[in-house]
């Protein structure tokens, strides 16, 4: 085997650079909504947010922020890993 056909052997199998980046976000957007759906059920249960919902029939601000922000981030880095999959 000559040298151009191993270097074009050897490519073939090296992720390119941008695929490794979009994975590595989304992987970390996964990261953050988990880790903001946490919170936001976290802050769902708390007292402040019972009281609210007592007066108002609905959660706080604060609350709905982080459920949608994590599931929008879920969202986005899920997306995000199927889209670099299949983009060979």
């Known amino acids: 085997m ?6 074009a052997y050897t490519a073939a199998f090296v992720i390119p650079r941008e ?3 979009v994975k590595a976000i989304s992987f ?3 990261a953050c909504g988990v880790v903001l759906l946490y919170f936001g059920g976290q802050s769902f249960h708390s007292f402040s947010n019972d009281v609210s ?3 108002t029939g609905a959660p706080t601000d604060r609350t709905m922020i982080l459920i949608v922000g994590g599931v929008a981030a879920t969202i ?3 997306t995000g890993l199927a889209i670099s999959g ?3």
């Open 86 to 88: 299949r983009r060979r």
């Open 19 to 21: 695929v490794f980046m």
């Open 28 to 30: 970390a957007l996964i």
């Open 76 to 78: 986005a880095g899920i």
């Open 2 to 7: 000559d040298a151009t056909a191993t270097l």
């Open 53 to 55: 919902r007592a007066f």
